[in-house]
């Protein structure tokens, strides 16, 4: 079957091995990246990829739901909607309603670590992208009615997403109580008590502070040359005030001590499910040395139907009807590890949990073999060639990597990095997250009483 | 391998396009009949390969197998030639081939995507799966599983169920009204022997429609196909699926009781056959409608204006045998009720006086201006070129497309839209 894969940070890819001048295949390519900066400090990243006259605008902001303002949770992913609520120079529903008309297409999302704006759209079109993006970052002036609206989208987006979803209600208790002090306990679209308190002062105040050039990255990727673009940045973005770079005073996620656990009956569930999250090393944590190892692990338990996990729960034991793994490494806080498993008919969760508790300990002796580990970094080497082909992943990938503090050339050290991991290092990998006390459990079952 | 100047002619080519560097498309024949549709991009060592099997998919499973199609799909890299699931998997890690299904109601895929150094494995290895699948006991058993759990976790999803009861009534009579997936039930019902003659008759020897994108050259297109396809001796017989007519709404929307806070509405509405001249026309009509979730009609009254959704959107929807346009939004419980009444005035609204001249112009732009934007990868053009083969579009339906919708006129888009738009829609409404 080709079920759920592993959902390692999707934007990881390994080495790029292919030339951009066609015809020629050099052995050792790397994917051309570029950065500089602009007069007021600014960085701007490029990735060129000259297939189609196209380009994506990426516009990154160093804020994220991680740095809500205490009891305003949702503040960070609320102002995202704001942003399309009308400035001094353009009212509300014209930045969509212009990109729109020059053919672009736009979006953005609200990450814990950071905001992103992207417009994909005609090379030409860019400089009007440029001008919009520059008035939008410092001008925000939505009108009063806009903040009331836009906030019932934000609450009617958290009924969507979370509480129409069974499983989602469980994953945000889970993640509550596995961050006791860090913020991100909170739920990045917010409590839902604290949406409906959300106000245009809270917005404008959080705006002011974050929304700046030293704040911001600019990854542009597409058909497009430095040559080209540099003077445009400058143009629309450099002679902006500067501002001053975000510093994060984020509380301290404290030693854990102990293992947490929770069980959420929901009515409308038919199948119950176990999940488990561990705190993992990651970009940002003190033992990060470890994080490729951990994608590395990752991929070998819980990756897939090769995976040993897998191959021990579900085809040996049929004990489970899939399980998988999810690794978040990229991040700016704590990392974390996340598996779901879910139960064969007859099976309690209870019992599942045992059996996969006992393949846990087993990883800490071994997991698995010299070619186990061999296709593992084959696979991960590979995603980066793959990434290449499409220029939005590639400004998605650039922007998550320079959020979380890596730098801009991560991209092309990915595969070397990969190929050194040895099966010591995932032996520590596995050590460094497998820890009881640093673990929340998390039971989904059916009505109490129900079938 | 080496390159030859040939290659370099086409690369060169291929840069000097004006429109669609990406676009110029080759047919390729291969000596045992088999043919494909080719796009040359060597800036990345990959390959992209899309295969489509016609006559396949959910239209076709037999009554009380609902899903049997579908459960074929994910058996087909449990284990093939030689090779159980387990080496089957080992060998596409190994090589780091991303392998994907996907089904709908008349027609089963297949996607490969390899990196170039690795591509003669792969289609080795698509060989294997497409003309020797194991279907071995015990992988049957355990995809079984999974696929009843997956389909239990669906049904607490309230989109899941609104799709599948609205499916149920508005293709009633028609095999498109069946669940695509089964329902636990129906895929305990389906046996070994069904998904080896499933597979026989609608994929091994059903016609197929191919499509190569990527680092390879027309010379490697045709032994792959050769490989791939070692013989066509075999005819399907699959039985026809009949045309269909999407059913009007009744006095009040159908709904259907769930404990959820945010009751989840689907909708439908007659549309065109993807092959109706009239397509371009409905195209430009459902940008207006509900196409731009901020600028759309919909978008604007049921979101922007009173922000009672997170989405409200429509589309145009069509299968081979049927075409339609298909409405969706959800809000709150205690809103649900107005958010369907400010649906049913806009579509008075739009039955009474269509669109104007400047929602028409700005459509056209964006439709026009955004096309190539969806063509931006590999997989991208794949599955573009597998719908033009699949609605037979032509070869040239990328150079022509924008021209089509160019050409749509106000007075067009207002007898369709005096048409459709005169149809009682049909709602249907999960929540409490």
Not at chain 1, 244 to 255: A, F, K, M, S
Not at chain 2, 168 to 190: C, L, M, N, V, W
Request: glycine letters at 6%.
């Amino acid at each position: 079957m080709t079920g759920r894969q592993i959902r390692l940070l999707v934007f990881f890819l390994g080495v790029l091995i292919l030339p951009l001048t066609c015809g020629a295949f050099a052995a050792d390519s790397r994917q051309d990246i570029e950065t500089f900066t602009l007069k007021n400090g600014m960085q701007v990243i490029l990735v060129p990829n000259h297939r189609m006259p196209i380009v994506t605008h990426l516009l990154l902001y160093r804020v994220g739901g991680a740095d809500d303002f205490p009891g305003r949770s949702g503040l960070a992913h609320y102002n995202e909607h704001m942003m399309f609520q009308g400035t001094k120079a353009h009212g509300a529903g014209e930045f969509a309603r212009i990109i729109s008309a020059n053919g672009g297409v736009f979006n953005a999302f609200t990450t814990r670590d950071y905001t992103g704006y992207y417009v994909n759209i005609a090379k030409e079109h860019l400089s009007l992208v440029m001008q919009l993006e520059a008035d939008r970052m410092l001008n925000l002036d939505p009108d009063e009615q806009h903040f009331l609206k836009e906030r019932q989208v934000i609450i009617e987006e958290r009924r969507m997403s979370v509480e129409n979803q069974p499983e989602a209600l469980l994953a945000e208790e889970m993640q509550a109580m596995m961050f006791r002090n860090h913020p991100y306990h909170n739920p990045l679209i917010g409590w839902m008590q604290e949406m409906q308190a959300l106000s245009r002062d809270d917005v404008l105040s959080f705006h002011r502070q974050f929304y700046h050039p030293a704040n911001a990255v600019l990854v542009v990727t597409g058909d497009i040359t430095r040559t080209e673009l540099q003077p445009l940045a400058e143009k629309y973005y450099g002679g902006l005030p500067a501002g001053t770079p975000n510093v994060r005073h984020w509380q301290q996620e404290p030693p854990q001590r102990g293992p947490r656990h929770i069980t959420l009956h929901n009515e409308n569930v038919k199948q119950p499910e176990l999940v488990r999250y561990y705190i993992a090393p990651g970009a940002s944590s003190e033992d990060k040395a470890l994080m490729i190892p951990e994608f590395v692990l990752a991929q070998l338990m819980g990756g897939g139907t090769t995976s040993s996990m897998y191959q021990s729960l579900v085809v040996k034991q049929k004990l489970a009807t899939s399980v998988d793994f999810s690794y978040n490494g990229i991040s700016v806080g704590p990392a974390m590890l996340e598996i779901n498993a879910v139960p064969a008919v007859g099976v309690s969760l209870s019992q599942l949990e045992a059996a996969l508790d006992k393949e846990i300990a087993a990883s800490l002796v071994q997991v698995g073999t010299p070619d186990d580990l061999e296709r593992a970094k084959i696979l991960l080497k590979a995603d980066t060639t793959y990434a290449r082909d499409s220029m939005e992943s590639m400004a998605r990938i650039i922007g998550a990597l320079v959020m979380s503090g890596l730098p801009v050339d991560y991209f092309n050290q990915w595969p070397t990095l990969v190929d050194a991991v040895t099966a010591d290092d995932v032996h520590k990998a596995a050590v460094a997250v497998f820890k009881p006390e640093a673990s929340v459990t998390g039971y989904l079952l059916p009505e109490e009483g129900s079938k | 391998m080496s390159r030859s100047a040939g290659l370099l002619f086409f690369a060169f080519l291929f840069f000097s396009s004006p429109v669609f560097a990406a676009a110029k498309i080759q047919e390729v024949d291969a000596s045992n009949g088999a043919k494909a549709w080719l796009i040359e991009d060597h800036n990345l060592p990959i390959v992209t390969v899309r295969v489509d099997f016609a006559d396949s998919g959910a239209a076709y499973d037999p009554k009380d197998k609902e899903g049997l199609a579908f459960f074929v799909t994910q058996m087909l890299n449990e284990g093939a030639g030689e090779m159980d699931s387990l080496a089957l998997n080992r060998a596409l890690e190994k090589y780091a081939i991303r392998f994907g299904v996907d089904m709908d109601e008349d027609t089963i895929s297949v996607s490969l995507q390899a990196l170039s150094e690795f591509k003669g494995h792969a289609f080795d290895l698509l060989s294997l799966m497409l003309n020797k699948p194991r279907f071995d006991n015990d992988a049957v058993e355990r995809v079984r599983a999974n696929i009843v759990s997956d389909l239990k976790q669906l049904e607490a999803d309230p989109s899941y169920s609104a799709s599948l009861h609205w499916k149920a009534i508005a293709f009633a009579g028609h095999p498109y009204s069946r669940p695509k997936r089964g329902t636990p039930d129906s895929i305990e019902q389906i046996t070994r022997t069904d998904l080896q003659q499933y597979d026989r008759q609608h994929l091994l020897c059903s016609a197929r429609r191919i499509e190569v994108v990527g680092d390879i050259t027309a010379a490697e297109t045709r032994e792959m196909l050769a490989k791939l396809f070692p013989s066509f001796s075999c005819a399907s017989g699959a039985t026809p699926v009949r045309d269909v007519k999407i059913r009007d709404g009744g006095a009040a929307p159908i709904m259907v009781k769930e404990a959820v806070p945010q009751t989840v509405i689907t909708a439908s509405l007659p549309g065109v056959m993807r092959s109706d001249p009239r397509y371009y026309a409905l195209v430009v009509l459902n940008q207006v409608f509900g196409g731009g979730v901020l600028t759309s009609r919909l978008g604007l009254e049921i979101r922007e204006k009173r922000g009672l959704a997170y989405y409200a959107e429509s589309d145009v929807d069509a299968l081979e045998h049927g075409g339609w346009m298909s409405i969706h939004f959800a809000t709150r419980r205690e809103q649900a009720g107005n958010a369907i009444r400010i649906f049913m005035d806009e579509v008075e609204k739009m039955r009474k006086k269509g669109i104007t001249e400047a929602e028409l112009d700005a459509a056209k732009l964006y439709l026009t201006g955004s096309f190539s934007l969806g063509l931006d990868s590999q997989e991208a053009l794949a599955d573009y070129m597998a719908a033009m083969q699949r609605y037979r579009l032509g070869m040239d339906y990328l150079d022509r497309r924008n021209d089509k919708i160019n050409a749509v006129t106000l007075s067009e888009v207002n007898t369709l839209a005096k048409d459709i738009f005169s149809h009682k829609p049909l709602v249907v409404t999960v929540g409490q």
